[in-house]
Nanobody, 124 residues
Framework: QVQLVESGGGSVQAGGSLRLSCVVY????????MAWFRQAPGKEREGVAAIDHSGQTKFADSVKGRFTIFQDNGFMYLKLDSLKAEDIAMYYC????????????????????WGQGTQVTVSS
């Protein structure tokens, strides 16, 4: 069994930064790719950034150049810079044991394991 726990959300002013963390508990050796998703009120959950087992990454067009995804010592991180009002959402960590394309996947259907989410709020 795999459990994901996110942390690091909060409220910042527009243009500010946050770093979200995700820790994996359980059968961590089985995880081949991970990603961050977000869901704003009334909207569908969307992929933001993904990373595969080799460290290759991919990003949604809306966050390219502003968000960074990386792994270190058993944690997966999402660094959010130059935050905008449109970034307001609940952010979720996801992981899966199946093979994914280079850079991982931004498709919700590609992930079996999900965290509970951490809220990001941006004020103007």
């Amino acid at each position: 069994q795999v459990q994901l726990v996110e942390s690091g959300g909060g409220s910042v002013q527009a243009g500010g930064s946050l770093r979200l963390s995700c820790v994996v508990y359980g059968y961590t050796y089985s995880i081949l790719h991970m990603a961050w998703f977000r869901q704003a009120p009334g909207k569908e959950r969307e992929g933001v950034a993904a990373i595969d087992h080799s460290g290759q990454t991919k990003f949604a067009d809306s966050v390219k150049g502003r968000f960074t995804i990386f792994q270190d010592n058993g944690f997966m991180y999402l660094k959010l810079d130059s935050l905008k009002a449109e970034d307001i959402a609940m952010y979720y960590c996801a992981a899966d044991s199946s093979y994914a394309p280079a850079g991982g996947s931004l498709d919700t259907a590609s992930f079996r394991y999900w965290g509970q989410g951490t809220q990001v709020t941006v004020s103007s």
